[in-house]
């Protein structure tokens, strides 16, 4: 396993607008017990971007089948708002054939060369990296164990190849300064900038492989080692085996030993029985109690004052072996101590995807409710307008057959309408001969009336 917290590498580029070189590595780093440094084109790789990368510096030497599972981001610092400061994060897993990682178009080279916009101030581009080492199949060669102060600032030699550790170079192209710190990702203060579009997978691409030139690198705090050591259950049965056979030894000693030996033997006893009292200790506690000079000097005097052959044969295997372990122990209380902040930390993120867990549970649960009642409410509404087209398919039948009456009822009246035209007609008819015949009828009363008074009723003698 990894580093269990990030590491922060943060690397100055004096010089930045007068750089010749078209790619640049920094200083090598140590994070997660792994060899790092960042590979940057100042002029964009084929693009008018800053392009930026993360890279395994000791590649070429590390045995076949290696790996490196990183989370990490990086940071463009803005030296005159750091709110503005552009950052941008990936993870990739790091193999031979791909043993750099990066973003080709970071920012734009025309943002950086303003000098309003305040990346580029002195001349001097800040950059950063914070990197979380989260597995790691096999590990680069230990750290020095020289290191400087943490969060100290010192000289850092960018180079147009790649670094590694075996040979140091004297090109030097600009010079840089650089610093380093470890700390949560979360716990960055600076901001990412509001404006910056967020980064999609395509722009996440790796550089070309380098050409294999060494240079040289600077020492860093060191990370936790990496060299596969035994485990304190490991050792500890050793050490009781150890001291069985020691005892079985001595039990076995023989009895004609000279006077002055029996006079101090009380002493060699009681180292004896000291002696048994420290291998019975587990070793977290001889560790902690740095008791690995006094069982030494325990076994010394045991085995000036031993005249058995094979008990100083033991006793100085058993001096050989508490060297190796207070060399040891020491790396595997470290890596246990960080696999358990590992474990803490993943501890309390399975805590909130737990929490996270459950709460999704209770918005699906919510979530499937509400399907189900707007399930049932479409079954419903199905049914009515389910019930509605019955309803318009009765309607519009009834209304075909009102239709075909209306229809027939229609010609019906048409029929009668041309019926009472024609008796219309001979209304009129009858009407005309009515009044010619009343006509004829008062002037026949009129004729009838001149007619008497012609005749003369009084002429006529009629009683």
Known sequence: MGDATPFKFTWRINNFSTLTPKEL??????????????????????????????????????????????????????????????????????????????????????????????????????????????????????EPKKQEAKDETKPSEPVAAPPTSQVPSSEKVVDTKAKVDTKPLNQTKEGIQATATPTSDKEVIKSSPPPSVTVETKILPKDPPSEPVKSSQDVHATSKGLLTELASRTRTMSSETSMSNQASKPDVQKQKEALKGFLNMPLEAIQLANAYGNIEGII???????????????????????????ESVPMVITTAETAQARRTSLSEKTADLDAKLAQRHEELSSKEAEFLRLSTEEEKLEAQIQLLIKQKEDVVAHKKSVLVELEKSNKEVSKDLEEWKKLESEIKQANVNWLGAQEKLALANVRWKLYKEDLGLGKLNIS
């Open 300 to 326: 010394l005097t045991l085995i000036q004052h031993s005249k058995d052959l094979n008990e100083k044969t033991i006793l100085q295997g058993l001096l050989s072996c508490l060297a190796e372990f207070k």
């Open 25 to 142: 590595y920094s200083e090598v780093f140590y994070a997660g017990g792994c060899q790092w440094c960042l590979l940057v084109f100042p002029k964009g790789n084929k693009v008018d971007y800053l392009s930026i990368y993360l890279a395994v510096a000791d590649s070429t030497s590390l045995p076949q089948e290696w790996s490196r599972d990183a989370k990490f981001s990086f940071a463009v610092i803005n030296q005159i708002n750091k709110s503005l400061t552009v950052r941008k994060d990936t993870q990739h897993v790091f193999k031979a054939i791909e043993k750099d990682w990066g973003f080709t178009s970071f920012i734009p080279l025309s943002k950086i060369k303003n000098s309003a916009e305040g990346y580029l101030v002195g001349d001097t581009l800040i950059l950063e990296v914070e990197i979380l080492v989260r597995s790691v199949k096999h590990y680069s060669k230990p």
